[in-house]
């Protein structure tokens, strides 16, 4: 009541706030999180060895990336990944059932859990990549992870594993190379992967919004 402007981070927020509160709805600005330019690296890294597909964040149990583990084992069986041709790396917080997963699934070979690293570690990996792994579950419509930001800064390819709702029209805007997989899609997800792998490694470019936003 007091304040002169209230921040939020997604329109979604702000127009329930502005429903709640329609006389301070005036008051609520939508301020989205972002990336800081000192966090990314001053030259483009080199890209090598095989395919890197990479996720940057944490996994829990009600949201293991498992459509995108069970588009890589029929890959896998198909002949079309390989351990020398393609690398998965998550990077963020352990979590035993993905492990287990990953196990069960029989691809200890391709997909790497490296466990919490410094920000700057976390931010080099995400600049490597060459397919940027983005998860929102679909009960988490309204949604706008905080790594998509950092994928968007890097201008490489995100593969989304999204819903329908604000961060897919988000990153629709935004972004220029998205290959956009719904939840629990697993014939969507292989044959997003397959595209990007045929495609081969690109180079890293940032969409024009996003570069403008950059300066």
Known sequence: ERAAEV???????????????????SKVRVLYNGFDPEDLPS??????GPFRITYTGSF????????????????????????????????????????AEIERRGLQDLVHLRGFRPLKEAVEAASRA??????????????LSDKMFTYLATGNPILAEVPEGECKAFLSEWADRVSFVAPGDVDGMRAAIADSIRRGRVPAALSPKTAAFRG
Request: glycine share 6%.
């Open 130 to 143: 060459d397919l940027l792994y983005l998860l929102i579950p679909a009960h988490f419509g309204e949604a």
């Open 7 to 25: 921040t939020v981070v997604m329109p979604t927020i702000a127009a329930r706030y502005g429903k709640r509160y329609p006389a301070w709805s």
């Open 43 to 48: 030259a483009p890294p080199t890209q090598d």
């Open 60 to 99: 829990y149990p009600h949201t293991p990336p498992s459509t995108l583990l069970a588009a890589l084992e029929s890959l896998k069986a198909a002949g079309t990944v390989s351990a020398d041709r393609v690398r998965v790396e998550f990077l963020g917080r352990p979590e035993t059932t993905v492990q």
